[in-house]
C-alpha cells in the first residue's frame, strides 16, 4: 500500500482514505489526461472531474484505470466497475466505522461473505453489529467449531442481514456523489420502437424472452382495453405482468411491490409502453376502433426501480384503509408525461428495429435452453405449434446435435406430452412469420375479451 503514506494497522491514511481511483479520459483537444479521486470524495471534485471529461454530454468517453482500497480484503472483491455514486457512499459507510468495526469488516470480506456486488458491500457496513471477531489468544476449543477462521480472528454471524440499500436510489439526495445524476430522475432507455402497434410486438416479447402463455392472455387484454396511456411491462423468470404505469408509482400496491421487489437478472425486462393512438378511420370516413398504436421502450430494471422510487407516492390512511389522493394522481400523471416526452427525445436520434430488439432480448433465453443455438431465436411452445401449423415460418427443435426442422406434421405432437421438455426456436428470417402469429393471436384475444364483456353487458342487462 505504498500509495498510503503514514497507514496505521488497519490500512488506513491518515486522511482516512478508503478508495483511490484513477480515471483517463481525453481533453476537448484530444489529449489522454488524468486524474485521481480520493473516497470519500466532496461532491465538487467529483462535479469537477466530470466537467472536464466532458460528462455528462456524449462523445468523450471516462474509463477507471485502476483502483485501490485502504483496507486490503477489498482488492479481491471490489466489481470491475462502480459508479460514482455507490463507490463514494460505500466509502463513507466504511469511513463511519471506528477501528474495531473496520476490522471486523475486514474479516467478514476475507471470509467471503456478502461481498459479491456493490450494494453487498454497502449493506455490510450497515450489518456489522451481527458480527463478531474474535482474536486468536482470545478463543476457546468450543468456539473455533462455530465460526470461520481469518487472518484477524475467528468471526462468526448471528441474526437477520438486513438490505436497507438494494440500488442508487436507496442513497439520500444529500449524500450523492454527482450533482447532475441526481436531476436523473427518468428511466433512461436502452432501446426505443416508435410508431408501431404494440398489441403484437408485446404478444412477440412473450414468446421471445420466455414462455409467458399463461399470462399472455390478461396482459393482452388489459392492453387493448386502453384504460391509459402508459403502461409498463415487466417480464422476469416468474411470469409476466403488464400494468396501468401509474399503479406501479403507488406505494404499497402489487404493482409497485411487483416492480420493485424483483431482481436486477439478465432475463428481467421493463418495457414502458407509451400509447399515441387507437383510431382509425372506416370506409365512410367515421372514426372507428384500430389498433393500438404507439412507442415501446425497453428500460434497464434499476434505472426504473430508481424513478419509481423517487416518484412513488405515498397513500394517506382513513378509517384504517389506504387511498391515494386526486393530487396524488395527478403529480405521478405528469411525471410519466415528461418519462415519455424523455423518451422520444432520445427515439429520435436512436431507434431501433424490432428484429434488432428481439434478438436482443431473447439472449438470455435462449441460453437457458438445454441445447441453445447461437444466431437462432428460441419461442415458446405456443407460438412454435401455431406458427408451425399455419406454415408462417421454418421452426426448429434443439437437439443434442443441432436444430432440427420440424415438419408441420409435428405441429399435432408439441405440447401433447407434459413431460416433454423441449426448446424450439427460428432463425431471424423466420421473425416475420413470428409477426403474422402475433398479430392473428393478438387479434383472437382482443375478440374474445369484447365477447366476454357483450355477454356480461348482455347479463346485466337481463337482471
Same mark, same amino acid.
Not at 463513507?92 to 469488516?105: C, F, K, M, P, S
Not at 477462521?149 to 475467528?154: A, E, I, R, V
Not at 391509459?228 to 411491490?257: C, D, F, I, K, W
Not at 416433454?420 to 426456436?425: P, R, V
Given at each position: 500500500?505504498?500509495?498510503?503514506?503514514?497507514?496505521?494497522?488497519?490500512?488506513?491514511?491518515?486522511?482516512?482514505?478508503?478508495?483511490?481511483?484513477?480515471?483517463?479520459?481525453?481533453?476537448?483537444?484530444?489529449?489522454?489526461?488524468?486524474?485521481?479521486?480520493?473516497? *470519500? %470524495?466532496?461532491?465538487?471534485?467529483?462535479?469537477?472531474?466530470?466537467?472536464?471529461?466532458?460528462?455528462?454530454?456524449?462523445?468523450?468517453? #471516462?474509463?477507471?484505470?485502476?483502483?485501490?482500497?485502504?483496507?486490503?480484503?477489498?482488492?479481491?472483491?471490489?466489481?470491475?466497475?462502480?459508479?460514482?455514486?455507490?463507490?463514494?457512499?460505500?466509502?463513507?459507510?466504511?469511513?463511519?466505522?471506528?477501528?474495531?468495526?473496520?476490522?471486523?469488516?475486514?474479516?467478514?470480506?476475507?471470509?467471503?461473505?456478502?461481498?459479491?456486488? &456493490?450494494?453487498? #458491500?454497502? /449493506?455490510?457496513?450497515? @450489518?456489522?453489529?451481527?458480527?463478531? &471477531?474474535?482474536?486468536?489468544?482470545?478463543?476457546? @476449543?468450543?468456539?473455533?467449531?462455530?465460526?470461520?477462521?481469518?487472518?484477524? !480472528?475467528?468471526?462468526?454471524?448471528?441474526?437477520?442481514?438486513?438490505?436497507?440499500?438494494?440500488?442508487? $436510489?436507496?442513497?439520500?439526495?444529500?449524500?450523492?456523489?454527482?450533482?447532475?445524476?441526481?436531476?436523473?430522475?427518468?428511466?433512461?432507455? %436502452?432501446?426505443?420502437?416508435?410508431?408501431?402497434?404494440?398489441?403484437?410486438?408485446?404478444?412477440?416479447?412473450?414468446?421471445?424472452? !420466455?414462455?409467458?402463455?399463461?399470462?399472455?392472455?390478461?396482459?393482452?387484454?388489459?392492453?387493448?382495453?386502453?384504460?391509459?396511456?402508459?403502461? &409498463?411491462?415487466?417480464?422476469?423468470?416468474?411470469?409476466?405482468? #403488464?400494468?396501468?404505469?401509474?399503479?406501479?408509482?403507488?406505494?404499497?400496491?402489487?404493482?409497485? @411491490?411487483?416492480?420493485?421487489?424483483?431482481? @436486477?437478472?439478465?432475463?428481467?425486462?421493463?418495457?414502458? &409502453?407509451?400509447?399515441?393512438?387507437?383510431?382509425?378511420?372506416?370506409? /365512410?370516413?367515421?372514426?372507428?376502433?384500430?389498433?393500438?398504436? $404507439?412507442?415501446?421502450?425497453?428500460?434497464?430494471?434499476?434505472?426504473?426501480?430508481?424513478?419509481?422510487?423517487?416518484?412513488?407516492?405515498?397513500?394517506?390512511?382513513?378509517?384504517?384503509?389506504?387511498?391515494?389522493?386526486?393530487?396524488?394522481?395527478?403529480?405521478?400523471?405528469?411525471?410519466?408525461?415528461?418519462?415519455?416526452?424523455?423518451?422520444?427525445?432520445?427515439?429520435?436520434?436512436?431507434?431501433? +428495429?424490432?428484429?434488432?430488439?428481439?434478438?436482443?432480448?431473447?439472449? *438470455?433465453?435462449?441460453?437457458?435452453?438445454?441445447?441453445?443455438?447461437? +444466431?437462432?431465436?428460441?419461442?415458446?411452445?405456443?407460438?412454435?405449434?401455431?406458427?408451425?401449423?399455419?406454415?408462417?415460418?421454418?421452426?426448429?427443435?434443439?437437439?443434442?446435435?443441432?436444430?432440427?426442422?420440424?415438419?408441420?406434421?409435428?405441429?399435432?405432437?408439441? +405440447?401433447?406430452?407434459?413431460?416433454?421438455?423441449?426448446?424450439? %426456436?427460428?432463425?431471424?428470417?423466420?421473425?416475420?412469420?413470428?409477426?403474422?402469429?402475433?398479430?392473428?393471436?393478438?387479434?383472437?384475444?382482443?375478440?374474445?375479451?369484447? /365477447?366476454?364483456?357483450?355477454?356480461?353487458?348482455?347479463?346485466?342487462?337481463?337482471?
Amino acid at each position: 500500500m505504498n500509495e498510503y503514506e503514514n497507514s496505521g494497522a488497519n490500512g488506513l491514511s491518515v486522511r482516512d482514505v478508503i478508495f483511490r481511483e484513477t480515471y483517463v479520459y481525453a481533453e476537448a483537444d484530444g489529449r489522454r489526461a488524468t486524474r485521481t479521486i480520493d473516497y *470519500p %470524495a466532496p461532491k465538487e471534485e467529483i462535479e469537477r472531474l466530470l466537467a472536464d471529461a466532458g460528462i455528462p454530454a456524449k462523445g468523450r468517453p #471516462l474509463y477507471a484505470e485502476s483502483l485501490s482500497s485502504a483496507i486490503r480484503e477489498l482488492y479481491d472483491r471490489m466489481p470491475d466497475s462502480s459508479n460514482f455514486d455507490e463507490l463514494n457512499y460505500l466509502a463513507a459507510r466504511i469511513q463511519a466505522l471506528d477501528t474495531g468495526q473496520r476490522e471486523v469488516y475486514a474479516a467478514a470480506v476475507e471470509a467471503g461473505l456478502h461481498c459479491i456486488r &456493490l450494494d453487498e #458491500l454497502i /449493506n455490510l457496513a450497515e @450489518n456489522i453489529v451481527n458480527f463478531e &471477531l474474535t482474536p486468536p489468544d482470545k478463543q476457546t @476449543n468450543s468456539e473455533i467449531g462455530e465460526g470461520i477462521p481469518t487472518s484477524k !480472528g475467528l468471526l462468526t454471524e448471528s441474526g437477520e442481514f438486513k438490505q436497507p440499500y438494494r440500488f442508487v $436510489g436507496d442513497i439520500p439526495p444529500e449524500q450523492r456523489a454527482t450533482e447532475f445524476l441526481d436531476k436523473l430522475n427518468y428511466p433512461d432507455p %436502452a432501446n426505443i420502437i416508435e410508431n408501431v402497434e404494440l398489441t403484437p410486438l408485446t404478444l412477440q416479447l412473450h414468446a421471445v424472452c !420466455g414462455d409467458y402463455a399463461e399470462d399472455a392472455v390478461l396482459n393482452i387484454e388489459r392492453l387493448e382495453g386502453v384504460k391509459s396511456s402508459e403502461y &409498463l411491462l415487466l417480464l422476469t423468470a416468474y411470469g409476466a405482468m #403488464l400494468t396501468e404505469a401509474s399503479h406501479a408509482y403507488r406505494v404499497g400496491t402489487p404493482q409497485y @411491490n411487483c416492480l420493485m421487489d424483483v431482481e @436486477n437478472k439478465p432475463e428481467s425486462y421493463v418495457f414502458a &409502453l407509451h400509447v399515441t393512438n387507437i383510431w382509425t378511420k372506416a370506409d /365512410n370516413g367515421e372514426p372507428v376502433r384500430g389498433p393500438v398504436i $404507439g412507442d415501446l421502450v425497453s428500460v434497464a430494471l434499476r434505472d426504473q426501480q430508481w424513478d419509481i422510487q423517487l416518484n412513488a407516492k405515498e397513500p394517506t390512511m382513513v378509517d384504517g384503509e389506504r387511498h391515494f389522493t386526486s393530487e396524488d394522481y395527478t403529480a405521478v400523471r405528469r411525471h410519466l408525461d415528461r418519462v415519455t416526452e424523455q423518451h422520444r427525445d432520445i427515439g429520435i436520434r436512436e431507434p431501433m +428495429g424490432t428484429a434488432e430488439l428481439l434478438a436482443a432480448v431473447n439472449r *438470455p433465453f435462449m441460453s437457458k435452453a438445454e441445447y441453445p443455438q447461437e +444466431g437462432m431465436i428460441r419461442i415458446c411452445q405456443s407460438a412454435a405449434k401455431e406458427i408451425l401449423a399455419r406454415g408462417d415460418a421454418d421452426v426448429y427443435r434443439l437437439m443434442e446435435h443441432g436444430a432440427i426442422l420440424q415438419s408441420k406434421l409435428a405441429a399435432v405432437h408439441i +405440447g401433447t406430452n407434459s413431460a416433454q421438455k423441449s426448446a424450439f %426456436a427460428i432463425k431471424p428470417d423466420g421473425l416475420p412469420g413470428l409477426e403474422k402469429w402475433a398479430k392473428r393471436t393478438a387479434a383472437d384475444f382482443a375478440r374474445q375479451a369484447q /365477447n366476454r364483456g357483450e355477454h356480461k353487458k348482455n347479463r346485466d342487462t337481463e337482471r
